[in-house]
């Protein structure tokens, strides 16, 4: 018990650390002028860049060294169990639904606001270079249908958050419905460092499209709330002990897995390594991500 009491524990400072530290990290941008002048610079696009190269590296890491393979072994005993692992690759499947019902949401939720916009269905997580060449298209495009950006920037603004926002609810969820405490820090470091860097970056989008003051801490507030949000689903499946408990605990963690391999793969991954600047260092920043993971995960 003292045991469970302690990982609980765990899982609350994760919730509390990550809430408060995608707080400080969305309001950084916000608050400084420095982002507002120097995010065009070419030492600020490098660093960005390579900090999210570094968490591609980390992402990759908890996606293949701990996810799937602890969602696996959970899903195989809970369907040997129900006598359901015959045949049909059932775990494989409820991990492709995770990543389809993101596809998909994003996708909706893109094609909803967007309809007629280029620029904004620029890929989502764009922290680095392609970021700033998406703030740059947006001041450009400013000029020329200026009422058309002013009158629903906010709006564009807040249906990105709300599709980072369906993700973080669901790396949350792999925090939650971790059963020790290593895991528990290992993912919570995975989803720290990138969530920092999203919020970080939208926030620098935003003040750069000239999002009023207000609008900007609504947005990073609510995807702040998100990954804590995960989190608390994930404590309450696991603690209220329910008779199918330890299935729904399962198929769920399949859904994250699918969330993360979605990220992992489809976001961040390609984003870094399509852009041409510096191609060797990205890798080496992607590996030093992975190593650092990989070690942690051998030692814990």
Excluded at 125 to 147: K, R, T, W, Y
Excluded at 216 to 238: D, H, N, R
Aim: hydrophobic content about 50%; charged content about 15%; some cysteine.
């Amino acid at each position: 018990m003292a045991a469970m009491d302690y990982l609980l524990q765990v899982k609350v400072g994760a919730l509390v650390g990550l809430l408060v530290l995608t707080l400080i990290f969305g309001f950084i941008p916000a608050r400084m002028r420095w982002f507002q002048a120097s995010s065009g610079t070419e030492t600020h696009r490098a660093v960005l860049s390579f900090v999210s190269c570094f968490a591609g590296g980390v992402f990759l890491s908890a996606c293949l060294l701990d996810i799937i393979p602890d969602y696996l072994s959970d899903i195989h005993g809970e369907l040997e169990k129900r006598g359901l692992d015959d045949g049909f690759p059932l775990a494989e499947f409820i991990m492709a639904c995770g990543f389809f019902t993101v596809l998909i949401l994003e996708k909706t939720v893109l094609s909803c606001s967007e309809g007629h916009r280029n620029e904004e269905t620029a890929p989502l997580l764009a922290p680095a270079g392609q970021g700033q060449n998406l703030l740059g298209d947006l001041e450009g495009s400013a000029h020329h249908v200026h009422v058309d950006l002013n009158a629903h920037s906010s709006f564009r603004s807040f249906m990105l958050f709300l599709s980072l926002s369906l993700h973080s609810v669901f790396e949350g969820l792999a925090i939650g419905l971790q059963t020790t405490d290593t895991k528990v820090l290992e993912i919570c470091i995975a989803i720290l460092v990138h969530k920092s860097i999203i919020v970080f970056s939208l926030s620098v989008k935003l003040v750069q499209s000239e999002v009023r003051p207000l609008w900007v801490a609504l947005y990073v507030a609510f995807f702040a709330v998100m990954s804590p949000l995960g989190i608390g689903i994930g404590i309450i499946v696991i603690e209220s002990q329910l008779e199918a408990g330890t299935f729904i605990q399962a198929v769920l963690e399949g859904l994250a897995a699918g969330t993360f391999v979605y990220i992992t793969f489809l976001e961040i991954l390609p984003h870094e390594l399509n852009s041409p600047e510096r191609p060797l260092l990205k890798v080496l920043f992607l590996l030093f991500g992975f190593s650092v993971m990989a070690g942690l995960s051998f030692l814990g």
